[in-house]
């Protein structure tokens, strides 16, 4: 990078959401931390503070947008203080509902799910964009990222949890629509899985009871470093899973192949068959 590019990551006062703001500042990047618990979110920055790094923190609920876009505009002009543009937005907030079937579910709780994943990534990065690209247009900087922290759930039917498999593959089609609408402008958008790493979350699963082998938290940390060093461009919109995809696989991948295709890992309808008027050919995005 040219200039030292600030990130704005939610859902930093535990679990993947912590580790990537930790890591993204070890990097040399200074960090807006966004999450409920202030005191967390205080711990975590001083954490960093500490070991030499920049952040700064609000805590706001994401699913209140108007406290939101206050709290969004607040760390955008800290970050631009430090003469540090923000150019990496990970939406990293994320609950899961109960492991039943949907109409087991609770009405409350499934809602409350869908408006912290889903809704509140909408709240955030309805906020952020807009700084990010205004520096891209002052020649700040040449693109801007989103990452958004999916699931292997998203990308799949579950016979549980309907709430958050449904909310995650939202945010897969979220990363195709920022790519698709902001491309031109100089927007990149990823939608990441990382696997299971042990957290408060997967350690309250049923699934996870008993597990003895987690997902590294590193393969999500080393994955969105690269995607905020631009290394990974050719690869927005897309989903990737840092259990199948690092770094140098799909560094590897454009070596040997080529940018990968504009319809490769989006998400879309599987056809029946060739004759199927929904083909993958169809199901293609096409930009302009």
């Known amino acids: 990078m040219s200039e030292i590019r600030a990130a704005i990551v939610t859902g930093a006062s535990r679990g993947i959401g912590r580790a990537l703001a930790l890591a993204l500042a070890a990097a040399g990047s200074p960090v807006g931390l966004i999450a409920r618990d202030e005191a967390r979110l205080q711990a975590v920055a001083a954490e960093i503070i500490a070991d030499g790094g920049h952040a700064i923190f609000r805590a706001v609920d994401v699913t209140d947008a108007e406290a939101t876009m206050a709290a969004v505009s607040a760390l955008a002009d800290e970050l631009s203080a430090l003469s540090a543009p923000v150019g990496l937005l990970v939406n990293a907030a994320g609950r899961i509902d109960g492991e039943v079937a949907l109409w087991e579910a609770d009405p ?59 909310s995650k593959a939202g945010l897969i089609r979220v990363a195709g629509h920022l790519h698709e609408a902001g491309y031109a402008l100089g927007l990149r958008a990823f939608a990441v899985a990382p696997g299971t790493v042990r957290t408060d979350m997967t350690g309250s699963m049923e699934l996870h009871q008993g597990r003895k082998e987690f997902t590294p938290v590193e393969l999500t940390t080393n994955l969105v470093l690269s995607i905020h060093r631009g290394e990974l461009d050719a690869w927005s919109g897309k989903y990737l899973r840092v259990t199948h995809d690092s770094p140098e696989s799909l560094a590897n991948y454009e070596r040997e192949h080529g940018a990968p295709a504009e319809g490769a890992r989006r998400l879309a309808i599987t056809p029946w068959g060739d004759g199927d008027p929904q083909s993958a050919e169809a199901m293609v995005p096409k930009r302009g």
């Not at 247009?137 to 039917?157: H, I, M, P, T």
């Open 108 to 166: 409350a709780e499934w809602r409350a799910i869908v408006e912290t994943n889903l809704v509140g990534s909408f709240n955030v990065s309805r906020a952020v964009i807009p700084h990010m690209l205004d520096a891209v247009n002052a020649a700040n900087a040449q693109y801007c990222r989103v990452v958004e922290l999916a699931s292997g759930a998203g990308a799949k039917d579950w016979a549980k949890a309907s709430a958050y498999t449904s």
